[in-house]
């Protein structure tokens, strides 16, 4: 079974930018959608974005025009770059596809 693991988190200001990654520890080519979660402090984990094989993305609610999610199966790595940052972005961002357990996450900060 192919791991994913977070990075790219930090600590950022309003209107900063921020580029996560999700590197796999196997292909990611045969994997049919992948997608970005994200946990605020004392909230349930949301779904933020997916991201189908042919690059074909959905995303949800308020991140949708500030937040891009892509994927380069050659790198195995899926992306979520991440413009306009409000302090209601700040959480826990994971990366999963169906089978797949959560990982430990990347944690990110905006600071108003």
């Known amino acids: 079974q192919v791991q994913l693991v977070e990075s790219g988190g930090g600590l950022v200001q309003t209107g900063g930018s921020l580029r996560l990654s999700c590197t796999a520890s196997g292909s990611i080519s045969k994997i049919n959608y992948i997608m970005w979660y994200r946990q605020a402090p004392g909230k349930q984990r949301e779904l933020v974005a997916g991201?189908?094989?042919?690059?074909?993305?959905e995303y949800i609610g308020p991140v949708t025009g500030r937040f891009t999610i892509s994927r380069d199966n050659a790198k195995n790595t899926v992306y979520l770059q991440m413009n306009s940052l409000k302090p209601e972005d700040t959480g826990v961002y994971y990366c999963?596809?169906?089978?797949?357990?959560w990982g430990q996450g990347t944690q990110v900060t905006v600071s108003s």
């Open positions: 991201i189908d094989p042919e690059g074909r993305a």
């Open positions: 999963k596809y169906l089978r797949s357990n």
